[in-house]
């Protein structure tokens, strides 16, 4: 079983341009997550969905955006990339159920010059 | 909102048990769970705990007091693969999960 996927595995991006972090996951958890995870700072929250066809803010949305068409998948994008994007990113997906454990993503390493 | 507290940077040796405590100020609480997060790795689930006491899973344990909010986390017999980051988060009541900082532990021979 795969589990949760993500691609690319890293990018190194010029500031302006957009781009689409892509997420996949085989569990048919009904939960995703996006996170960004900066030295100093732990994972913050950019965006979830607790069930296909709906997508909530975290505490960093600004600058992405987020779209949830089917169980499976869960693309972030960038629309117009800044250097203070530059992170590795995380997605993630939970069961609704007694614990929603959240399941991790190998990541993305992004790089915005 | 929510507080999460742990220390930056811990050490201990190979063999020793190792305590990482967590403090927390919430809004809401829906449970308190454990990762390990290897360097360059994704974070992974160790623990869960929602009511107040210790659950226990191998070498790991972990514990919660919801009216001090404190949790800490207690790894025995350790191993030079532990060292990592061990990053306590705090479930809101919007199912949402805030993480504290994270603990790098690091196992000396």
């Known amino acids: 079983t795969a589990g949760i996927t993500q691609a690319p595995t890293s990018q190194i991006l010029a500031a302006g341009r957009s781009m689409t972090l892509r997420c996949t996951q085989d569990m048919r958890h009904n939960a995703m997550y996006w996170y960004r995870q900066d030295l100093g700072l732990g994972l913050r929250l950019i965006h979830y969905?607790?069930?296909?066809?709906?997508?909530g803010k975290g505490e960093v949305p600004d600058g992405y955006s987020v779209s949830r068409a089917n169980t499976d998948d869960f693309p972030l994008t960038l629309a117009s990339a800044v250097p203070s994007q530059t992170s590795v990113y995380f997605c993630?997906?939970?069961?609704?159920?007694?614990?929603?454990?959240?399941?991790f993503g190998p990541g993305t390493r992004l790089t915005v010059l | 909102g929510q507080n999460i507290d742990q220390p930056t940077e811990m050490t201990a040796t190979e063999g020793a048990i190792v305590q990482i405590n967590c403090t927390y100020q919430t809004s809401g609480f829906n449970g308190l769970f454990w990762y390990q997060q290897h360097a360059g790795e994704a974070p992974t689930f160790l623990s869960y705990?929602?009511?107040?006491g210790l659950e226990e899973k191998g070498r790991f344990s972990s514990f919660l007091s919801r009216s001090k909010g404190y949790s800490y986390l207690l790894l025995k017999e350790l191993q030079m693969k532990d060292s990592a980051s061990y990053l306590c988060?705090?479930?809101?009541?919007?199912?949402?999960?805030?993480f504290g900082k994270g603990t790098s532990l690091l196992v000396t021979p």
């Open positions: 993630a997906s939970a069961e609704r159920g007694s614990t929603d454990t959240q399941y």
């Open positions: 705990n929602v009511l107040d």
């Open positions: 988060a705090v479930r809101d009541s919007g199912y949402a999960l805030n």
């Open positions: 969905s607790n069930t296909a066809g709906t997508t």
